[in-house]
């Protein structure tokens, strides 16, 4: 029964996964076609409370950015293009509506439906099919006069566009329509460029998870290994994601003798792959590594615990429960309050499992 119920919750971890509803919102007609894009057809619509507001510096970042991944960028119509990436950047945005899929609101970047202020939103075209992969970038101020005002910057639209093209400078949109393609193999070649800034390569490596992208473990193995910590982080919880059974050993190496900044991300990446595999075997390494005084690791070991609930784990789950007693939501080490949820929590589970065998 308890392996019924663990099956049971690795099923649900992929069916609410983002990546996996991506793959059953594509018929295999639409993957294949997008998969093989190469041409992109650019179209730009900037518009503000001036008579005319250029597009022309919108269009140029959007297409300057998507040849950074190896794109061939078409702006006529008229010429041949496997696909059309649309871009509406608007002083005062005008809500679309929602999705196909209705879950537009739960996505990161998704369109705001309360935001009425400046706003960039970005959709692509497949054979004149509008889909379901919509973005949207803002800038941090509601109101262009009040912002420009406070910034001594003149007018305000003026102000609100170039803020907005700012953000698209900034903002990791090729990245994240590359993965809506599945064109992996761009991602991987961006990645592996010694020029890529760090950050870009830690978004990377996100997207790698998110993609449940087995190709891309020799990578993160390499990359948990490596001197840059923020670059360790990421990999530990996207072989978590990506759910290699064979990665487990090095995930307990690196919680038990990785930096000390590392190890909390490697217990989460455990529990997240123990559910997913049934595997108890993790359990031991985990309870020994419940002893460390390092409250952030204790703390992310202690919710693996409840992630793939064991019995041997109640007794020492409730003696650090009782340790805990005094600690209240109001604590001044919030630390300590993380750590009181999550042994709370995982007791619950194993509590769970016990009644369900």
């Given at each position: ?286 309870l020994e590594t419940l002893k460390t005084d390092d409250v952030a690791l204790k703390t992310e070991v202690a919710w693996a615990l409840g992630k793939l609930p064991d019995r041997k784990a109640y007794e020492p789950l409730y003696a650090l429960q009782k340790s805990l007693h005094q600690v209240r939501d109001n604590d001044a080490d919030p630390q300590l309050v993380k750590l009181k949820e999550a042994v709370n929590w995982s007791i619950k589970q194993i509590d769970t499992w016990e009644y369900l065998q």
């Amino acid at each position: 029964m308890k392996q019924l119920a663990l099956s049971g919750l690795a099923l649900l971890v992929l069916l609410v996964s983002p990546s996996w509803a991506r793959q059953e919102s594509l018929t295999p007609e639409e993957k294949q076609k997008l998969e093989k894009i190469d041409k992109v057809l650019i179209e730009v619509i900037a518009l503000s409370d001036k008579e005319s507001t250029d597009a022309g510096p919108f269009r140029e970042v959007v297409s300057k950015r998507l040849q950074e991944f190896g794109y061939t960028v078409v702006t006529d119509p008229a010429q041949p293009h496997d696909v059309t990436f649309n871009v509406k950047c608007e002083q005062h945005k005008i809500w679309e509506g929602t999705t196909k899929m209705g879950s537009d609101a739960d996505l990161p970047d998704s369109p705001s439906r309360l935001w009425k202020g400046p706003a960039c939103q970005l959709s692509y075209l497949l054979d004149g099919k509008r889909m379901a992969w919509r973005k949207e970038v803002r800038t941090d101020f509601a109101d262009a006069q009040q912002a420009a005002e406070a910034a001594h910057a003149g007018d305000p639209s003026d102000y609100a566009m170039s803020k907005l093209k700012e953000r698209l400078e900034d903002y990791d949109f090729p990245a994240l329509i590359t993965a809506e393609w599945g064109q992996e193999e761009r991602l991987f070649k961006v990645y592996d460029n010694p020029a890529t800034p760090t950050a870009r390569k830690v978004r990377l490596i996100g997207l790698f998870g998110y993609l449940f992208e087995a190709r891309a473990v020799p990578r993160l193995v390499t990359a948990l290994k490596g001197d840059d910590i923020e670059m360790a982080k990421a990999s530990a919880l996207a072989l978590g994601n990506i759910g290699q059974k064979d990665t487990v050993p090095v995930l307990i190496d690196t919680m038990k003798n990785g930096k000390p900044e590392l190890r909390p991300s490697a217990a989460k990446a455990l529990g997240v792959l123990g559910a997913l595999h049934g595997d108890f075997t993790i359990v031991d390494p985990l309870l020994e590594t419940l002893k460390t005084d390092d409250v952030a690791l204790k703390t992310e070991v202690a919710w693996a615990l409840g992630k793939l609930p064991d019995r041997k784990a109640y007794e020492p789950l409730y003696a650090l429960q009782k340790s805990l007693h005094q600690v209240r939501d109001n604590d001044a080490d919030p630390q300590l309050v993380k750590l009181k949820e999550a042994v709370n929590w995982s007791i619950k589970q194993i509590d769970t499992w016990e009644y369900l065998q």
